[in-house]
């Protein structure tokens, strides 16, 4: 049977995982039940994610090593499926559920299968569960992950899954006639990873870091998340009184938060340009993109040292647009770009070596998962929030993913549970963050 083989991109994503800084994003939807007789939603919501995950041919498929080009992987399909190890209903006495979540963020996938997972969280409120979705990185990107986890709910308007590349089929003989295209585009992408690697020099060190954005990168990897819901309407409002746009208040947001958090925490006040962010950037819309991960990113420096709530969203917005007008093909935020120049011999390789480098590249993760304006279900329950996941770099303590469902911005942290015992202090802020941006505007 014919098989798929990773893309450079899905490739890294797969070689750089290790048991305590595992590859997969998650994803917390949290449902309100829907009235029922017999067995509960939440055990009714795990079955129908049990019946429904056979029929989705990409949550059937696996990876594994081949023997040629030396290094690589390819999706064969898992002959053994079965829903059982992949659908899991989990009791919990907690009201919250990213209580739940975090241990279960913490637990790598099983690569030995299908690279994804589905927790039905059931708590002790009968009128509410909640689903957490774990799909590994090499699987899908953000927009990926959310085109599988849809084909799971119920019917409705449909969510296309983007398609993968079709190998272009070539004449006998066109190998000649391609030559000097190919070689031009050869010298194109040199000069493209050049200057990346120049920009990622450029963009410097992680100096002055707060040291509360660093974790132990040889620690246990136990996880901790949590989760904040914020009104669009007053997001929109900071937007356009302020300009710019919702990414860019949502970024100056996390910037005011850390802000707060660290004042609170007592620890030295932020100095020089600020931690660097990286902002990764979707390129499915370009022509031929093709599905997979599909990324680059944006980096720039979250302005912690600026008091004034406006000039911090000032200098988000002013540092965005230097980014928008170079492109997502140009400046070190272009780093995952690099995969496509690495032969999969050198990610196999490498990929311990490109983790552990992590730090070097960026400081913290700040990504944002749009999603559609559709009312999700499962079995009749109905999704009211969405809190996406992250994963968190080795020797960094913190990732944010961000996602607006329904009128309500979501966060979602995800922070290494030793360097941020207090993550639920960090969460509050945000909030605060966005309050103090509304009385500057109002």
């Known amino acids: 049977m014919a098989t798929e083989r990773l893309s450079p991109l899905d490739l890294a994503f797969w070689r750089i995982e290790s048991a305590d800084h595992p590859m997969h ?43 040629l080009p030396v290094g690589a992987a390819a999706w064969t399909p898992d002959p053994g499926f079965d829903p059982a190890r992949h659908v899991f209903l989990v009791r919990t006495d907690c009201a919250d559920p990213h209580a739940a979540a975090g241990p279960l963020m913490a637990r790598p996938l099983d690569r030995e299968l299908p690279p994804w997972e589905a927790h039905v969280l059931a708590g002790p409120d009968p009128d509410s569960f909640a ?16 085109a599988l986890a849809a084909t799971l709910f119920d019917e409705g308007p449909a969510l296309r899954t983007p398609a993968r590349p079709v190998p272009e089929q070539r004449a006998a003989g066109s190998a000649l006639r391609r030559l000097p295209g190919a070689l031009a585009a050869r010298v194109q992408d040199v000069g493209q990873a050049l200057e990346i690697g120049a920009a990622v020099a450029r963009a410097g060190l992680p ?4 040291a509360a954005l660093t974790a132990d990168p040889d620690g246990p990897g136990a996880r901790t998340v949590a989760g904040l819901a914020l009104d669009l309407d007053e997001v929109n409002l900071v937007r356009k009184a302020a300009g710019g746009t919702v990414n860019d208040v949502l970024i100056s947001v996390v ?30 819309g370009r022509p031929g993109a093709g599905g997979g991960n599909r990324l680059s990113g944006y980096l720039l420096r979250l302005p912690l040292a600026e008091r004034d709530p406006l000039l911090r969203l000032d200098r988000v917005r002013a ?12 400046g070190a935020g272009a780093v995952a770009l690099l995969a496509d120049h690495v032969h999969p011999l050198g990610h196999r ?13 960026f400081d913290i993760l700040v990504t944002s998962v749009p999603l559609p304006g559709l009312t999700f279900s499962l079995g009749g329950s109905r999704v009211r929030e969405v809190y996406p996941f992250a994963p968190l770099a080795r020797g960094q303590s913190l990732a944010v993913a961000v996602s607006t469902y329904k009128g309500t911005v979501h966060y979602g942290l995800v922070a290494d549970a030793a360097a941020v015992p207090d993550l639920a202090v960090l969460a509050g802020a945000l909030r605060a963050e966005l309050d103090a941006l509304v009385r500057e505007v109002s």
Do not use: T
């Not at 689903?131 to 959310?146: C, E």
């Not at 100096?207 to 707060?210: D, E, R, S």
């Not at 540092?319 to 140009?330: F, H, I, L, S, V």
């Open 255 to 284: 910037a005011g938060a850390l802000r707060r958090w660290l004042e609170e925490r007592g620890d030295p006040a932020p100095a020089g340009p600020g931690p660097r962010a990286l902002i990764p950037v979707s390129r499915r």
């Open 131 to 146: 689903v957490l979705f774990k799909f590994h990185h090499a699987l899908a990107d953000g927009l990926g992950a959310l």
């Open 349 to 361: 390789l490498g990929g311990p070596l490109v983790a552990q480098a992590a730090r070097l590249l």
């Open 319 to 330: 540092a965005m647009d230097r980014n928008k007008d170079a492109g997502p093909a140009r």
């Open 25 to 67: 994003l998650g994803a917390l939807a949290v449902f309100s039940a829907a009235p029922r007789g017999g067995s509960g939603a939440a055990e009714h919501a795990a079955e129908l994610l049990a019946a429904r995950c056979a029929s989705v041919p990409g949550l059937r498929r696996r990876i594994r090593d081949v023997l």
């Open 207 to 210: 100096l002055g870091v707060p």
